[in-house]
């Protein structure tokens, strides 16, 4: 039978506020000015919100960027991160990145000049922009072991391979895509819908959260998609226990959510497709290809959010890559990234701690 904290899954996978406590390390944030958008438009008075786990050695040769999932932020794999787990902090220095969009680094929801549906639409490789210039120019960083990140997470690690194939030594992609396939893109219209047709959400400009349609939301992304059929089988015997379950979930973040972020987060996701690089014209077998890090690829069983047969086609144009499905035998579906599984946790940390043994050669490399 599968055991896991309800209420952990649910804040991971449609969240965009996890709580930070004391003990944490602080919120940081990079103010780089404007940024250039790939589509010519800029976000103006642009600032990328991260935080830092360990220490940086001498030779800054430790360094691993973690990427966080859509509607979620820097705390997304904490339960990876730390003392004798995958992300070591004993060994590797971790930057802990938020997305445009997510509410800490600029967004909709916190933008003065560009506030609400004023701000520009932008692409996922304009959040690897981001992060490629935190690295590089305020944290003087020019590789890194790995690039790590879960469903939105790990299609920026894709593209973090395409993009930068040599500033990197490995990437761990969980849960990820490639490029965006319709039915995801028809799960997100259906979240996008759900809120703007609201009259609450007053063509983006409402006074308080448009609490219906965020229900409805919810519903679509975090009980439909990212779960399982098989886990509310095991869940709710009896069926019709499923209905006030549901209603408190629905109920238990709306204040911690912005609806205008979410939207423009799933623009970018429904458009993410790593052909479209600059110079790959469109093949996705030459975008793939271009990646020259060792690549841990892990997926989900019935994932019903990001459909697993997209990255195992995927990784067939990757040249060094491992395919593995996360905890063989459960069906946790796009969940089995959040952390909320013993299971999926156990096998998330498993996984990449051996993968990042042999990248760095049982830490050898990192000295």
């Given at each position: 039978?599968?055991?896991?904290?309800?209420?952990?899954?649910?804040?991971?996978?449609?969240?965009?506020?996890?709580?930070?406590?004391?003990?944490?390390?602080?919120?940081?944030?990079?103010?780089?000015?404007?940024?250039?958008?790939?589509?010519?438009?800029?976000?103006?008075?642009?600032?990328?919100?991260?935080?830092?786990?360990?220490?940086?050695?001498?030779?800054?040769?430790?360094?691993?960027?973690?990427?966080?999932?859509?509607?979620?932020?820097?705390?997304?794999?904490?339960?990876?991160?730390?003392?004798?787990?995958?992300?070591?902090?004993?060994?590797?220095?971790?930057?802990?990145?938020?997305?445009?969009?997510?509410?800490?680094t600029t967004s909709p929801s916190n933008s003065t000049a560009q506030p609400r549906m004023q701000f520009p639409k932008f692409e996922m490789r304009d959040m690897i922009t981001s992060q490629h210039r935190l690295l590089v120019e305020h944290l003087g960083i020019n590789h890194v072991v790995a690039v790590i990140g879960p469903s939105m997470g790990g299609m920026q690690a894709l593209q973090w391979g395409v993009s930068h194939p040599d500033m990197m030594d490995s990437v761990v992609a969980i849960v990820p895509l490639a490029k965006t396939p319709a039915w995801t893109v028809t799960m997100l219209e259906a979240t996008r819908k759900a809120i703007m047709l609201d009259p609450s959400w007053n063509g983006g400009n409402y006074t308080a959260p448009p609490e219906k349609g965020i229900r409805l939301f919810r519903d679509i992304l975090g009980f439909l998609a990212a779960r399982s059929p098989e886990m509310y089988r095991t869940q709710f015997p009896n069926q019709m226990d499923v209905l006030p379950w549901l209603e408190a979930q629905e109920a238990s973040l709306i204040k911690a959510f912005d609806a205008n972020d979410w939207i423009y987060q799933t623009w970018a996701y429904e458009r993410h497709d790593v052909s479209t690089t600059p110079g790959m014209n469109g093949d996705l077998a030459k975008a793939l290809g271009a990646i020259k890090a060792k690549t841990l690829i892990m997926v989900g069983t019935k994932d019903l959010l990001n459909p697993e047969w997209e990255p195992v086609d995927a990784a067939r144009h990757i040249k060094d890559v491992k395919v593995v499905t996360i905890s063989p035998g459960t069906v946790t579906g796009h969940a089995a990234a959040g952390g909320g599984f013993p299971a999926d946790v156990e096998f998330l940390n498993r996984e990449t701690t051996g993968f990042l043994d042999i990248v760095t050669d049982r830490g050898k490399k990192l000295d």
């Open positions: 039978m599968m055991r896991f904290s309800l209420a952990l899954v649910a804040s991971l996978l449609v969240s965009p506020v996890l709580a930070h406590t004391p003990q944490q390390p602080p919120h940081q944030l990079y103010k780089m000015g404007d940024l250039k958008l790939e589509s010519g438009e800029t976000i103006k008075d642009f600032a990328i919100s991260y935080v830092t786990h360990g220490t940086l050695n001498a030779k800054k040769s430790n360094v691993i960027l973690m990427v966080t999932a859509v509607g979620g932020n820097h705390h997304r794999l904490d339960f990876m991160i730390g003392p004798g787990k995958a992300l070591d902090t004993d060994k590797y220095f971790v930057v802990a990145t938020d997305a445009i969009s997510n509410g800490f």
